[in-house]
């Protein structure tokens, strides 16, 4: 039995030492099949979710899935602490539990007793090592629980940092695509006599966001649960209403701005592909058309007001459908695994921007007199 408990140790600190490196050190995506902090995340993602169906207040499921991302990884992080101490533990045991306390039966209740301490440099002495062994496991395991809490203290700031810089872009896009985010409101705000500065401008910043959402959510894919401060935001949707945009430019739109289109969206298209890879879902067309025929000549109506030059014949409606097929089942399957909704591609009518809005409406045109909003 004793052997049993090493062999059991060793396995279990081995394999928790490497799921920690994959997760947190590893700055690529892990093609493994079998994970498990996957696994941690696909129960634990999908109990959730069984929960927030059964909450019907929009607002208050939002607040309970935003709890998800940053709860799972302390989750994660304590998970992995339990394992290391018992795996420390076990392999104390293994080696016969060669120890010296006030107890007169030394068993595994004191190994796991002697593990935590030393695991979280409590250094408390009512339990010593006796044997060589049982002195280099104690050192081995306050190496590694120094290691633990130093890479936990790093790893917090810089996934924070990484949704910090995510956040500031979807919250951009409210001034330029309204909240939620439409392609038709955006290129309608972009209309403009200097649209051309404007869109290139707008194109080149989208296109190096939609590179750095890939890099940092392929290293770090737990903020891909994270969600945007207003319940009408998310990363998705500013992603695909971008998507959308690019595939109105390059299909029914003349312009010598709409040239960089192509960039952002093979650029846009690309973040959302992997990041279905990394979520390990598999594209699903939408169950219904997101841009129904009304719809479309809806949009190329305000187009044409917006003064943009339009083609709107049999050709660029097909080229239009093909670019839309080559993204909209990507993100309609993470809609639906992140339960974030998707854009639509027109505003809706009477919709104000998120700026626009406050906790306090103001009488007048002052500004002058707040009122608290009455619910």
């Not at 493994?32 to 959730?48: A, E, I, Q």
């Not at 989208?206 to 401060?229: D, H, K, N």
Request: net charge positive; glycine share 8%.
């Amino acid at each position: 039995m004793t052997t049993v408990a090493g062999v059991a140790g060793v396995l279990i600190i081995l394999g928790i030492l490497w799921e920690a490196f994959e997760t947190v050190v590893l700055p690529r995506r892990v093609t493994r099949r079998v994970r498990l902090t996957g696994l941690f995340y696909l129960s634990g993602w999908k109990l959730w979710r069984m929960t927030a169906h059964a909450i019907r207040h929009r607002g208050r499921r939002e607040a309970f899935l935003s709890y998800f991302g940053p709860l799972s990884m302390l989750v994660l992080f304590a998970a992995w602490a339990v394992c290391l101490i018992v795996g420390f533990a076990l392999l104390q045991a293994g080696f016969g539990s060669q120890l010296a306390g006030p107890q007169r039966r030394i068993g595994l209740s004191t190994d796991v007793y002697l593990s935590g301490t030393t695991f979280f440099t409590l250094g408390i002495g009512d339990v010593i090592p006796r044997s060589a062994a049982a002195r280099a496991i104690t050192v081995a395991e306050s190496g590694v629980g120094f290691g633990f809490l130093a890479m936990v203290i790093a790893y917090l700031p810089v996934l924070y940092q990484a949704f910090s810089r995510r956040e500031v872009r979807v919250s951009v896009l409210d001034a330029w695509a309204g909240s939620p985010p439409a392609a038709g409101e955006l290129l309608r705000r972009l209309g403009t006599d200097d649209r051309e500065t404007l869109l290139a401008s707008f194109l080149e910043e989208w296109e190096i966001w939609s590179a750095e959402l890939l890099e940092t959510m392929v290293s770090y894919p737990v903020l891909g649960y994270f969600r945007s401060q207003h319940d009408n935001q998310s990363w998705l949707a500013a992603l695909t209403a971008v998507l959308d945009a690019c595939a109105v430019m390059m299909s029914g739109i003349d312009g010598p701005s709409i040239k960089r289109a192509p960039l952002t969206f093979a650029m846009a298209r690309h973040a959302v592909v992997d990041l279905c890879q990394v979520f390990n879902t598999p594209p699903v067309r939408p169950n219904r058309d997101r841009l129904p025929e009304t719809d479309q000549r809806r949009l190329w109506a305000r187009l044409r007001d917006a003064g943009w030059t339009t083609r709107e014949d049999q050709t660029s409606i097909a080229r239009l459908r093909e670019l839309r097929d080559m993204y909209e089942p990507y993100v309609n399957a993470l809609a639906s695994r992140l339960l974030a909704p998707l854009p639509t591609w027109l505003p809706v009518d009477g919709a104000r921007d998120n700026w626009q809005r406050t906790a306090w409406r103001t009488i007048g045109t002052d500004h002058r007199e707040p009122v608290a909003r009455r619910r």
